[in-house]
């Protein structure tokens, strides 16, 4: 790699790094561009060199969320041949996405508030439900496959699970005061999905 592009790496990581931390302390909303090459000590202007915008900003940390899932489970590997109404299966795909929720809290409250505040009828929120809960959608199909009877189609179920998590997600990683056991957490919601996905256990 040459001086130049170099830099360049240097001074996109310490505007993500920059950026991580203000979604942090500020929120997204909260914080601006100048906020953020600021706090990277980099010109205004370098911004525009790598971004477009703070949202495409958003869409790189989102990436490093992406390729963390991806280190936690093999992907290029990974068959749609998981039936989510296995509880011990179904907890594997939950931990993981526990996992990164919090190993990437800021991110996970700026993506949460983007959300939220992007224009009524953008269809924002449901287009992002649909897109990060692609792989949970292949497995319910595969499991109604099998005549398992899941409670609705899988794109919506997929997607009530991938909400449920985003909210959570959101509002443990801005709790103050409180302290959570992720393993209880993940249980909790393996136990709740568990009953909704494959019935009452006896």
Same mark, same amino acid.
């Given at each position: +790699?040459?001086?130049?592009?170099?830099?360049?790496?240097?001074?996109?990581?310490?505007?993500?790094?920059?950026?991580?931390?203000?979604?942090?302390?500020?929120? =997204?909303?909260?914080?601006?561009?100048?906020?953020?090459?600021?706090?990277?000590?980099? $010109?205004?202007?370098?911004? =525009?060199?790598?971004?477009?915008?703070?949202? !495409?900003?958003?869409?790189?940390?989102?990436?490093? +969320?992406?390729?963390?899932?991806?280190?936690?489970?093999?992907?290029? /590997?990974? &068959?749609?041949?998981?039936?989510?109404?296995?509880?011990?299966?179904?907890?594997?795909?939950?931990?993981?996405?526990?996992?990164?929720?919090?190993?990437?809290? &800021? /991110? /996970?409250?700026?993506?949460?508030?983007?959300?939220? *505040?992007?224009?009524?009828? #953008?269809?924002?929120?449901? @287009?992002?439900?649909?897109?990060?809960?692609?792989?949970?959608?292949?497995?319910?199909? =595969?499991? $109604?496959?099998?005549?398992?009877?899941? &409670?609705?189609?899988? !794109?919506? /179920?997929?997607?009530?699970?991938?909400? +449920?998590?985003? +909210?959570?997600?959101?509002?443990? @990683? #801005?709790?103050?005061?409180?302290?959570?056991?992720?393993?209880?957490?993940?249980?909790?919601?393996?136990?709740?999905?568990?009953?909704?996905? *494959?019935? &009452?256990?006896?």
């Amino acid at each position: +790699m040459g001086v130049r592009k170099a830099k360049a790496a240097e001074t996109r990581t310490a505007l993500l790094d920059a950026a991580r931390r203000l979604f942090a302390e500020r929120g =997204y909303l909260n914080t601006k561009i100048t906020d953020i090459t600021k706090e990277a000590g980099r $010109a205004t202007g370098s911004f =525009y060199e790598h971004f477009t915008s703070k949202d !495409e900003l958003l869409q790189a940390l989102l990436q490093g +969320m992406e390729d963390r899932a991806d280190e936690l489970v093999d992907t290029a /590997v990974h &068959p749609r041949e998981h039936d989510l109404t296995d509880r011990a299966q179904l907890r594997q795909h939950l931990a993981v996405s526990w996992t990164v929720f919090r190993e990437h809290a &800021p /991110v /996970v409250s700026a993506l949460f508030q983007a959300m939220i *505040a992007a224009e009524p009828g #953008s269809g924002r929120a449901w @287009n992002d439900l649909v897109g990060e809960t692609g792989i949970l959608k292949q497995h319910l199909e =595969y499991s $109604a496959e099998q005549g398992k009877a899941l &409670p609705g189609d899988p !794109e919506l /179920v997929a997607a009530a699970i991938g909400a +449920m998590l985003a +909210m959570l997600g959101y509002a443990v @990683n #801005s709790a103050r005061g409180r302290e959570f056991d992720d393993d209880a957490v993940i249980d909790t919601l393996t136990d709740l999905l568990h009953s909704g996905l *494959a019935g &009452p256990r006896d």
